[in-house]
């Protein structure tokens, strides 16, 4: 089955800088990868996706890059706030089956 | 569009007894919903996955005489916890997805902190 890998697990930037978490997937059938951002106690919120025909896709601050080749995917985070503080999972999907990866918990420092 | 109702959001539960998470999608049809299980400061992982009418697929390591899955109408799914422990307290989510809004769109409901005394 598919296995998601990311890294790091913790990530700590001054504000206005910018994160970047990256993940790895094993099953070269997957074409969707979404990433979700998960605050304390909720239920993880989509903020970004690519589809594997896609290398690259943005919304304002938030970027994903896909490497199909390489089997890897990132997520960028620019101008970073700290309400963007929260626990962010990558995830590979094919078809029905999705599976995320272990978690980064970005903080955001003022 | 795309919204899934999941209760109760909390429960306190006596070791031995059963508790019932129901999880609903209110505007779309849900062929399949999925359970996922996240211990404090961990990932979600996924405790097996439902499709209207049939019988739920577990992942390993997954007791199914445990945790029963129903998914008796595209619109609803229920896990139960029979026989809780407290090594079963925990934060249990589901997701659903369905046909015609996104194809591999997942949309999760609230999570259910589940707590066993």
């Known amino acids: 089955g598919e296995n998601v890998e990311q890294h790091p697990s913790t990530l700590s930037v001054q504000e206005g800088d910018s994160a970047v978490i990256k993940c790895t997937y094993s099953?070269?059938?997957?074409?969707?990868f979404p990433w979700y951002k998960q605050e304390l106690g909720k239920r993880p919120q989509l903020i970004i996706d690519?589809?594997?025909?896609?290398g690259e896709k943005k919304d304002q601050r938030i970027a994903v890059t896909l490497n199909k080749t390489a089997k890897h995917f990132s997520l960028h985070i620019t101008e970073t706030q700290p309400e963007d503080s929260a626990v962010y999972f990558c995830?590979?999907?094919?078809?029905?089956?999705?599976?995320f990866g272990a978690g980064t918990r970005l903080t955001v420092k003022p | 569009g795309a919204v899934v109702s999941q209760h109760p959001s909390w429960v306190i539960c006596k070791s031995g007894t059963s508790v019932k998470i129901e999880c609903r999608s209110l505007?779309?049809?849900?062929?399949?919903m999925f359970w996922y299980r996240q211990f404090p400061k961990q990932s979600l992982m996924l405790m097996a996955t439902?499709?209207?009418?049939?019988?739920?697929?577990?992942e390993q390591g997954v007791e199914k005489d445990k945790f029963l899955i129903n998914h008796a109408s595209l619109t609803l799914s229920t896990l139960t916890v029979t026989s809780a422990h407290p090594e079963d307290s925990s934060f249990y989510i589901c997701?659903?997805?369905?046909?015609?809004?996104?194809?591999?769109?997942?949309?999760f409901g609230s999570g259910t902190r589940l707590t066993v005394v």
């Open positions: 099953d070269s059938a997957s074409n969707y």
């Open positions: 997701s659903a997805s369905g046909q015609g809004f996104n194809l591999y769109g997942y949309t």
């Open positions: 505007d779309f049809q849900a062929t399949t």
């Open positions: 995830a590979a999907s094919m078809s029905n089956d999705m599976r």
């Open positions: 439902s499709n209207e009418g049939s019988k739920a697929t577990y």
């Open positions: 690519i589809r594997s025909n896609v």
